[in-house]
């Protein structure tokens, strides 16, 4: 699929990056990062326009959290009436209270320096309802980020595309299983905290 794809970005073009982006924030198994870093890569040989190009990533990228963020708002509206047990309900409470506090940061790194995670947040902001412009502002930002990362990356190395390619992405792999074991020790901490003060 992804030699297909990439075969694919110089005839589709900025459509094709748009669209990638876009269903990549839904948590869909596209290689968007590999399109952006091969749509640079034609914008340096003169195939396709580098400001068209990260333009589409950008604004497929923002489309495809908004309608994350959304899915995640009516997802939790469907589960609202389920009733959950006594101990997951104060759990979803602090959760909510987290991304409250601290959900814009969450939202901008996990767009960019965290990616994998970036859909799953998404989700997670509109069932919690983190305010849709503290969202925005924050998946915006990160977005920017990551769209000039990949497709400035792939203008300047368009030489040698999938050597870059794979460095990045195992460095992402790697900060991603990092953020995941930061959270699960977060989670813990919280869950210890709240029992030893139950036992009292």
Known sequence: MTETLLALVPVYGIGLVAVVTFLSCLALPVPSSLVMLAAGGFAASGDLVLSQVALAALGGAIAGDQAGYQLGRFGRRLLAGRRLPASRARLLAQARRMLHEKGAMSVFLSRWLFSPLG???????????????RFTRAAVAGEAVWVAIYVGLGA?????????????GSASGLLAALAAAGLLLLWLRAALRQRAGAAR
């Open 119 to 133: 859909p799953y947040v998404n989700f997670a902001g509109g069932a919690a309802h983190l305010p849709l412009g």
């Open 156 to 168: 300047a190395f368009a030489e040698d595309l999938v050597a870059l390619a794979d460095i990045l």
